[in-house]
């Protein structure tokens, strides 16, 4: 990655980061510049704004604090809004404020002098202060020339995605943020009957929002797993069946065939085979002689999401449902 574009980060305003009133730095980011970063920081925008935010630390993470609640009203940010940020030294941000349409902004005018009336939040009055403008650049209606630059443009391209994602995201109240979240999409899948890995937790972030977008899509009124593709399950003709699943559905199964039945009708016979216990907390199991053929048939890849739904105890038969890593899951 060119230095350049590691002075840039973007960040979607989430109701979480409104709820909080900061908003934390990128890990990557503050990896390369957090050092030169002080305690408070300049913020810049278009319109010639200049504004004075608190930069508080906490172990690894640095986020906008104290004046960053008197920025967000002034330029009524909420959520769903995409704040692109370059990194201009000397502790100064250049910020693109993009609203829900997807376009920039037009920026306020005119402003007078301004004070967060939250002063518990402050170490410093003046650090909420809009410390002056230059003439103001007239809004545009569109952002053609902010197109030109090739690293924004990068970032505008991911936005729809991103912002696709976010609202999954926003709808269970996740924050993927640094690694509060490793448990909550646990959590989530539970409470939806569907179980997964227990190393699940430790997927990526835009893995775990795949995996929350795939469950809400399938909807499973059944008990269910999930499973996220491996270099082990497409490579050895096996594939790993949940501990909790396979212990209550599946045990009793063992060396028994198992139907996969797909939306278009299809089948498949499987053979389920219990396991050794994994990581020491009882055992769940694989399906094997089938499953070649089954991955194949459905071309799957490593990093596609299968549903497993269970639709028949008795002779057991699971629907199946694949999303695809290469395909749109939004």
Known sequence: MAAESLSHFFKIIRHSTLQHKKLVIPKVFVKKFGNE??????????????WKV??????KNI???GGWPAFVEYHSISNGYFLLFRYLKNSTFHVLIFDMSACEIRYPHCCVEQKDNNQDELEDEDSVEIIGYLTPKPPSS????????????RGYEA????????????????DFVGDESEHELLDILEKMRISVKRNFQYINAEEKVRAIAAARLFRPKNPSFMVIMRHRDLSKGTMYVPFQFAKKYLIRKDAELIKLHD?????WSVKFRK???EGGGGGGGDFIHGWTKFSKDKNLKKGDICMFELIREKNIVLKVLVFHSSSSIF
């Open 275 to 277: 396991s050794l216990p």
């Open 159 to 174: 936005q729809s995605k991103r912002r696709k994602m976010e609202e999954v995201v926003d709808l269970y109240e996740l």
């Open 63 to 65: 986020w906008f604090h």
């Open 37 to 50: 970063l002080s305690t408070v920081s300049t913020l810049t925008v278009p319109n010639g704004g200049v």
């Open 54 to 59: 608190e930069l508080t630390k906490g172990g």
């Open 142 to 153: 569109d952002s053609t020339a902010s197109f030109e630059n090739p690293i924004f443009r």
């Open 263 to 267: 939306r278009d009708g299809r089948e």
